[in-house]
């Protein structure tokens, strides 16, 4: 985008402002994953990353080891479209898993999908290694991939992502 993406506007409201609210209903703690103290403008905690310049995963990382729940729901600021009905479903899906993450005919979705602390080990030895890729990653944690195809039939931009200007 060439600048700040979560804030820019949707609908009258920053991405970050956005994603909070799309959130809060759902979450009983949100962490923002920030390396941007101004982030914080919007009363939620700014976890900066533990392991810099890694991507995604990092953010994931760094916000399990801070938060105060076993099960986390992770969400990128630039997925704008998603349901609460959505995260509802992915929390009920919740068994002995490390993490719960959403597919459809387009692929896998792990930017917006439920993480459990068991996967810290897992997270912080691809860190290390360099290895920062989160398809990577779900190929070595136990995980539960939920068939979301008819979420995307019923909510067709629910995994649309803002990646450039135009998408705004």
């Known amino acids: 985008m060439g600048t700040d993406k979560a804030l820019l ?8 402002e956005n994603a909070i ?27 900066p990353d533990e392991f810099k310049n890694c991507g995604p995963l990092s953010g994931i990382y760094s916000c399990l080891k801070k938060s105060n729940t076993e099960w986390n729901f992770v969400i990128s600021v630039d997925a704008a479209f998603v349901e609460l009905l959505f995260i509802q479903y992915l929390i009920n899906e919740i068994d002995d898993f490390d993490a719960i993450v959403p597919f459809h005919d387009k692929g896998k979705e792990p930017l917006i999908s439920m993480y459990h602390k068991n996967g810290l080990a897992e997270m912080k030895k691809h860190l ?34 803002l990646n450039r200007p135009g998408d705004l």
């Open 9 to 16: 506007q949707i609908n009258g409201k920053t991405l970050l």
């Open 128 to 161: 290390e290694s360099g290895d920062f890729k989160m398809h990577n990653l779900l190929s070595t944690l136990n995980v539960k991939f939920v068939d979301s195809q008819n979420w995307v039939e019923r909510f067709p931009e629910i995994f649309r992502n």
């Open 21 to 47: 609210g799309i959130c809060k209903p759902a979450c009983k703690e949100i962490l923002i994953s920030s390396n941007y103290p101004e982030h914080g403008k919007f009363g939620t905690k700014i976890i």
